[in-house]
């Protein structure tokens, strides 16, 4: 099946820093999502992105697919933005495989 | 979009016990999914439920250990049968209404003592 890799594993940020979130895949994908798992558990999309770049508010992602690469942007950090960032992708069929995500703190 | 709800948010269980976790969308969907967290771990996909037939189990996953029901096209239930402490983990079920974007619900976190 496809590999699906994060980095970095853990990022520890001050509050107002910039961040950029990276995904790898090894395959060709029709769908890839950025989630954010806050420290509740609760899953949060954020954007659909299978090419291209979308921004909303402070983040932004961007989705090479030809190098089959995505990056997830963070500016301005908060400590609201705590949490796990997932990729997510679909090849074929409707089976989404998560990448290991990358642990984010933002301290005050 | 679609807005999920699960029962319930947490529970504590005694080990050989089972706990059936409901999942109710706000929509008719074709496919809802089920996926387990466990703790410091990444979501992996435990089945696909199809209303009207039998649900589609990944590698490593039992129909006789995560029995599911999918009785309408808007509600499902996992069971976890016969818990072991390892099955605490965060229980999640997801819909994705069109071809783009998968919804989760809250989850549901589970203890097994």
């Known amino acids: 099946g496809i590999q699906v890799e994060q980095s970095p594993p853990d990022l520890i940020l001050q509050e107002g820093a910039n961040s950029t979130l990276r995904c790898n895949f090894s395959d060709s994908v029709n769908n890839l999502q950025w989630f954010h798992q806050n420290p509740w558990g609760q899953l949060i999309n954020l954007f659909y992105?299978?090419?291209g770049t979308k921004q909303n508010g402070r983040l932004s992602a961007t989705t090479v697919a030809t190098e089959r690469y995505s990056l997830l942007y963070i500016s301005s950090s908060q400590t609201t933005d705590s949490g796990v960032y997932f990729c997510?992708?679909?090849?074929?069929?409707?089976?989404?495989?998560f990448g290991e995500g990358t642990q984010l703190t933002v301290n005050p | 979009s679609a807005v999920i709800s699960q029962k319930p948010s947490r529970d504590i269980c005694q080990r050989g016990t089972s706990l059936t976790i409901q999942c109710q969308v706000d929509?008719?969907?074709?496919?809802m999914f089920w996926y387990r967290q466990q703790p410091g771990q990444s979501l992996t996909l435990i089945a696909t439920a199809n209303q009207g037939s039998e649900a589609t189990y990944e590698s490593g996953f039992v129909i006789d250990k995560f029995p599911i029901s999918r009785p309408n096209l808007t509600f499902s239930t996992l069971t976890v049968s016969n818990m072991s402490p390892e099955d605490s983990s965060i229980y999640l079920c997801?819909?994705?209404?069109?071809?783009?974007?998968?919804?989760f619900g809250p989850g549901t976190r589970l203890t097994v003592l």
């Open positions: 992105i299978p090419s």
């Open positions: 997801s819909v994705g209404p069109g071809t783009d974007t998968q919804y």
């Open positions: 997510a992708l679909k090849t074929s069929g409707s089976r989404l495989t």
């Open positions: 929509s008719q969907v074709t496919m």
